[in-house]
Structure formats: C-alpha cells, structure tokens
C-alpha cells in the first residue's frame, strides 16, 4: 500500500493512453508505414471533424556537432478540421505522448486552413475519410 501512489503515477499515463484508443479505427498506413488510425467524423457545416492517432516514426539525425541521435516514437493526438472540397485542413489540438507516458498538449497549434498536398500525411487521411 505504501508504493501505490507511485504505481499510480506510472499507471495513469497508461490508462489515458489506452482509453484513448476505443473510438480510433485503423484507415491507413503513412509514408513511413505507420499506422493512421481516426475517430468518426462529425460534419460541421462544411469541416469534417475528427480525431488523428498515429505515432511518429523513429528517425535518424545529426545534431550540431554531427553525432548522430534518434527522434521520434512519440505518440500523437490530433483534433482535426478538414475542408476537403478547397482541399484544406486546420490542426485545433495536439496531444502528445512520449515514450515515458509525459503528455504535452498544445492548444493553440500553428496549422491553420494549410493546404492538402498530393500524397502527404494528410492526403492520405482525407482521401480515406472522404470514403468513409
């Protein structure tokens, strides 16, 4: 009993982790072979909006003295506005989950009615939940 608000601590990060999967549905594969999975989209005039799940890929790099270190793995949650007739998209929220189960939320991120290129990240989402 004595360890259990440490367990807690660790543990928590895990459940809102999972919970979060529930609602998700696997769509697609990204261009890095990560899998993209969705909440169902709800219209709002004319912006589908949905959640995005995926995790980012680990990747190599080098830092200014040019050893090499490796990014990536973290786990992100995005709540997305997609116009896809004027092949748009706005990002309203970001979560993020590393791979110690830290949360970073973003309110306020920087894509704003950013355009869709042809076989982006967010081309294949919305290619995808235009079938739906």
């Known amino acids: 009993m004595k360890n ?14 999972c919970q979060s999967d529930k609602d998700f549905k ?12 969705i909440t169902i989209p709800e219209k709002e005039g004319d912006y589908l909006k949905f959640w995005i ?4 890929p680990v990747r190599p790099a080098k830092n200014i003295e040019l050893k090499e270190i490796f990014f990536g793995g973290n ?7 997609l116009k896809y007739l004027e092949k748009t998209y706005t990002v309203i929220k ?14 306020t991120p920087a894509i704003r009615l950013e355009k869709i290129y042809p076989e982006s990240f ?6 995808e939940v235009c079938k739906l």
């Open 94 to 107: 970001v979560i993020t989950y590393d791979k110690k189960g830290k949360i970073e939320k973003s309110e």
């Open 4 to 17: 259990f608000p440490l367990i807690f601590t660790f543990l928590l990060p895990l459940l809102c982790f």
């Open 53 to 56: 799940s995926h995790t980012i």
């Open 122 to 127: 967010m081309d294949i989402i919305a290619t």
């Open 26 to 37: 696997y769509i697609a594969q990204d261009n890095d072979g990560g899998k993209i999975y």
């Open 75 to 81: 786990r992100e949650l995005m709540l997305v506005e």
